[in-house]
């Protein structure tokens, strides 16, 4: 049996080290304050205990460094890891026998009094009489002494990867605004890191989730927790794309009241693919992808900012494409390609003002072709576009595109509108 | 002494961005335009790739398909499936229209941000992302310091750039190795290189100001003659072929 005993540097981040462990064997426990790992059936395919823990140890860059202590059984190695933590010699003579008492989790509360006896090590105790030691201090010393000494198996509750990240995080300080959380959000990113890498999954859509501290604010009752959903096109496991677009997101949410915890839960994972790379060089462009840049876009100029036009069957020339958010839709080919038609589209149709009867824009327009006549849209409620279309030359905006709505029964004059420019 | 034969050895026009008064200067990389006259006045015969473009025009509209298209369907034929995007363009692009100019529909992507700012942000970004094949900024507020900026990332990426800025902008000092100044006639558009690697150019060059089938629809319309017949189409040519 080899044990090591993992004391992460921040406590929060002891069940994302568990799951990285959980890479080198599925023995990881958690024990008082430490992480226990039972590596002896796993040691020669890690190619020995030294690289095993150096690997351990030094390859996981994502979180906080860990202090390390090593055993022949779990309390010697985490007493080891004890007696680093406090500053002593690492090295005692004669490991289980020399350690002191005091590293001894059953031992705690009865220290004192067998100091006072001359019992300062593990080996001391152990030479007491066992009939005596356990009336005075209980059989679970002993368990604990004969566990210690490897003359009893050491059972735990082993440490398995949940089926979905969950983790709630205690805010430092009370957040006022969102932006604040920001920080919270990538240490519990880093730990969705670790998990995403060891489920070998890759997210697609995550939730944050946020404690308001008060109950009520200005007399209005306010809601226990307040959510943002943060979503992703690509299912991915590169924290870098998660992490601006959770700060974009952040910076255009608002807190109804100030926050006390951050909690962090994957919705949607799918099976992760790993990453395809490529000798090629025109695969290897530096720079981010597409839906990565219109996500971020999105996120923070607003999803209707940032829009693909999306063709439509229509003869109207402004329902023969529609602008819709790139992040929902996919572009589609015009299905009516024509050159005579003009680069650049009001968004709606402008009414022209009469000079008499010549339109005006920029100045009385001068009709140069005749193009074509529509005659569609009868389905649609406010009456069928019945319309005839020039191209006209504007003393201001060179060349134009309008059309004359045919006058109706009732009407005697004919309406112009302006719906393009030639650039 | 050995400097001294150090110097005689590299004559000082073999020497990157160095060129002779009276020529041009080289670019790197550079794409054609499509307007064959402009192409002649440009170093290196082309739009530099990599680099800011400016085109200053007295409105943000006009004549910047005709002049930008060409070298668009061009970069766009190459990139599979990349995106050209617009930045605070001033009116919809329409996709029937470009699509048969060679500039698919489907490729574009308009991003609109009223703040200045947040224009130049979205510029910056479109210009680190890989698979982007050019970017084109309206930015009427633009500051030399910040286009100097988008410059860098078009060079460090190797991105077409195209800024357009209005005719005020021409007194200011700018990083765009390309500087353009667009005016309309009749039927043409007089493009006024401001700045260019190499001499300046006496005169305006003179490019169509309206794509081929308007001009020649326009042309019969004009003289009566018969129109040349250009490629096939249903409704449109029937006015054409009528004249």
């Given at each position: 049996m080899f044990w090591i005993a993992l004391l992460p540097t921040r406590e929060d981040e002891r069940t994302a080290w568990g799951w990285w462990a959980l890479q080198f064997t599925p023995r990881v426990a958690r024990v008082d304050e430490a992480l226990l790992l039972e590596v002896s059936g796993s040691e020669r395919l890690w190619g020995g205990r030294k690289p095993l823990l150096r690997r351990l140890i030094q390859?996981?860059?994502a979180l906080a460094p860990v202090e390390w202590g090593l055993g022949a059984t779990s309390l010697v190695a985490l007493a080891c890891l004890r007696q680093k933590m406090r500053g002593r010699a690492l090295q005692v003579p004669q490991p289980p026998q020399d350690l002191p008492l005091d590293t001894l989790t059953a031992a705690a509360d009865h220290v004192d009094t067998l100091e006072r006896t001359g019992c300062r090590t593990w080996g001391d105790l152990r030479a007491l009489p066992r009939g005596g030691v356990a009336r005075r201090f209980g059989a679970a010393l002993l368990d604990a002494l004969d566990a210690g000494f490897g003359h009893r198996p050491e059972r735990y509750d082993w440490l398995t990867l949940p089926q979905s990240f969950d983790l709630n995080f205690e805010l430092p300080a009370l957040a006022?605004?969102?932006?604040?959380?920001m920080w919270s959000a990538q240490r519990l990113l880093t730990q969705l890191q670790v998990w995403l890498a060891a489920r070998n999954r890759g997210v697609l859509a995550l939730e944050f989730e946020w404690t308001l501290d008060l109950r009520r604010l200005n007399g209005v009752k306010l809601p226990q927790h307040e959510q943002l959903v943060v979503r992703t096109a690509q299912a991915t496991q590169d924290i870098a794309h998660l992490r601006r677009l959770v700060s974009e997101h952040l910076n255009r949410a608002t807190l109804s009241a100030p926050a006390n915890h951050l909690r962090l839960r994957s919705l949607e994972t799918v099976p992760w693919g790993g990453i395809s790379t490529s000798l090629l060089p025109e695969d290897n462009i530096q720079g981010e992808k597409l839906h990565q840049l219109v996500e971020r876009l999105s996120a923070r100029l607003g999803e209707g900012n940032v829009t693909v036009p999306v063709a439509r069957e229509d003869h109207r020339p402004e329902c023969k494409q529609q602008w819709l958010p790139a992040r929902q839709a996919q572009a589609g080919a015009a299905p009516d390609a024509q050159s005579l038609y003009p680069t650049w589209l009001l968004p709606q149709p402008l009414r022209l003002e009469m000079q008499g009867d010549t339109p005006c824009y920029g100045g009385p327009l001068h009709r140069l072709a005749r193009l074509y006549r529509v005659e569609a849209a009868w389905w649609e409620e406010s009456g069928p576009a019945l319309r005839d279309y020039f191209i006209a030359r504007s003393p201001q905006a060179g060349l134009v595109w309008i059309y004359q709505e045919r006058p109706g029964p009732g009407e005697v004059k004919a309406r112009w509108f302006l719906q393009g420019l030639y650039a | 002494m050995s400097s001294r034969a150090f110097l005689r050895l590299v004559s000082p026009t073999a020497l990157p961005h160095v060129w002779q008064v009276g020529a041009q200067g080289s670019e790197d990389e550079t794409l054609a335009t499509g307007h064959a006259p402009l192409d002649a006045c440009l170093p290196g015969g082309g739009w530099p790739v990599g680099s800011l473009v400016e085109v200053l025009q007295a409105r943000p509209e006009p004549h910047v398909w005709q002049l930008l298209l060409p070298a668009l369907a061009l970069v766009v034929k190459n990139a599979k499936a990349a995106p050209v995007v617009l930045v605070g363009a001033p009116l919809q692009p329409f996709g029937p229209s470009l699509a048969a100019q060679g500039l698919p529909a489907e490729r574009l992507l308009c991003v609109q941000a009223a703040k200045p700012a947040a224009r130049l942000w979205a510029t910056e970004q479109a210009l680190r992302c890989a698979e982007v094949a050019a970017v084109m900024a309206w930015l009427p507020q633009a500051r030399s310091a910040e286009l100097r900026r988008l410059h860098l990332a078009a060079q460090q990426q190797g991105r077409l750039l195209f800024v357009m800025r209005d005719l005020?902008?021409?007194?200011e000092s700018s990083p765009a190795r390309l500087r353009l100044r667009v005016e309309s006639t009749q039927d043409a558009m007089q493009v006024h290189i401001l700045k260019r690697r190499g001499p300046p150019l006496d005169g305006p060059v003179l490019l169509p100001a309206h794509a081929p089938r308007v001009a020649a629809l326009l042309a019969s319309r004009k003289g009566g003659s018969k129109p040349p017949l250009l490629e096939k189409s249903h409704v449109l040519d029937r006015t054409a072929a009528h004249a």
């Amino acid at each position: 049996m080899f044990w090591i005993a993992l004391l992460p540097t921040r406590e929060d981040e002891r069940t994302a080290w568990g799951w990285w462990a959980l890479q080198f064997t599925p023995r990881v426990a958690r024990v008082d304050e430490a992480l226990l790992l039972e590596v002896s059936g796993s040691e020669r395919l890690w190619g020995g205990r030294k690289p095993l823990l150096r690997r351990l140890i030094q390859s996981n860059q994502a979180l906080a460094p860990v202090e390390w202590g090593l055993g022949a059984t779990s309390l010697v190695a985490l007493a080891c890891l004890r007696q680093k933590m406090r500053g002593r010699a690492l090295q005692v003579p004669q490991p289980p026998q020399d350690l002191p008492l005091d590293t001894l989790t059953a031992a705690a509360d009865h220290v004192d009094t067998l100091e006072r006896t001359g019992c300062r090590t593990w080996g001391d105790l152990r030479a007491l009489p066992r009939g005596g030691v356990a009336r005075r201090f209980g059989a679970a010393l002993l368990d604990a002494l004969d566990a210690g000494f490897g003359h009893r198996p050491e059972r735990y509750d082993w440490l398995t990867l949940p089926q979905s990240f969950d983790l709630n995080f205690e805010l430092p300080a009370l957040a006022t605004a969102a932006p604040e959380l920001m920080w919270s959000a990538q240490r519990l990113l880093t730990q969705l890191q670790v998990w995403l890498a060891a489920r070998n999954r890759g997210v697609l859509a995550l939730e944050f989730e946020w404690t308001l501290d008060l109950r009520r604010l200005n007399g209005v009752k306010l809601p226990q927790h307040e959510q943002l959903v943060v979503r992703t096109a690509q299912a991915t496991q590169d924290i870098a794309h998660l992490r601006r677009l959770v700060s974009e997101h952040l910076n255009r949410a608002t807190l109804s009241a100030p926050a006390n915890h951050l909690r962090l839960r994957s919705l949607e994972t799918v099976p992760w693919g790993g990453i395809s790379t490529s000798l090629l060089p025109e695969d290897n462009i530096q720079g981010e992808k597409l839906h990565q840049l219109v996500e971020r876009l999105s996120a923070r100029l607003g999803e209707g900012n940032v829009t693909v036009p999306v063709a439509r069957e229509d003869h109207r020339p402004e329902c023969k494409q529609q602008w819709l958010p790139a992040r929902q839709a996919q572009a589609g080919a015009a299905p009516d390609a024509q050159s005579l038609y003009p680069t650049w589209l009001l968004p709606q149709p402008l009414r022209l003002e009469m000079q008499g009867d010549t339109p005006c824009y920029g100045g009385p327009l001068h009709r140069l072709a005749r193009l074509y006549r529509v005659e569609a849209a009868w389905w649609e409620e406010s009456g069928p576009a019945l319309r005839d279309y020039f191209i006209a030359r504007s003393p201001q905006a060179g060349l134009v595109w309008i059309y004359q709505e045919r006058p109706g029964p009732g009407e005697v004059k004919a309406r112009w509108f302006l719906q393009g420019l030639y650039a | 002494m050995s400097s001294r034969a150090f110097l005689r050895l590299v004559s000082p026009t073999a020497l990157p961005h160095v060129w002779q008064v009276g020529a041009q200067g080289s670019e790197d990389e550079t794409l054609a335009t499509g307007h064959a006259p402009l192409d002649a006045c440009l170093p290196g015969g082309g739009w530099p790739v990599g680099s800011l473009v400016e085109v200053l025009q007295a409105r943000p509209e006009p004549h910047v398909w005709q002049l930008l298209l060409p070298a668009l369907a061009l970069v766009v034929k190459n990139a599979k499936a990349a995106p050209v995007v617009l930045v605070g363009a001033p009116l919809q692009p329409f996709g029937p229209s470009l699509a048969a100019q060679g500039l698919p529909a489907e490729r574009l992507l308009c991003v609109q941000a009223a703040k200045p700012a947040a224009r130049l942000w979205a510029t910056e970004q479109a210009l680190r992302c890989a698979e982007v094949a050019a970017v084109m900024a309206w930015l009427p507020q633009a500051r030399s310091a910040e286009l100097r900026r988008l410059h860098l990332a078009a060079q460090q990426q190797g991105r077409l750039l195209f800024v357009m800025r209005d005719l005020g902008a021409a007194a200011e000092s700018s990083p765009a190795r390309l500087r353009l100044r667009v005016e309309s006639t009749q039927d043409a558009m007089q493009v006024h290189i401001l700045k260019r690697r190499g001499p300046p150019l006496d005169g305006p060059v003179l490019l169509p100001a309206h794509a081929p089938r308007v001009a020649a629809l326009l042309a019969s319309r004009k003289g009566g003659s018969k129109p040349p017949l250009l490629e096939k189409s249903h409704v449109l040519d029937r006015t054409a072929a009528h004249a």
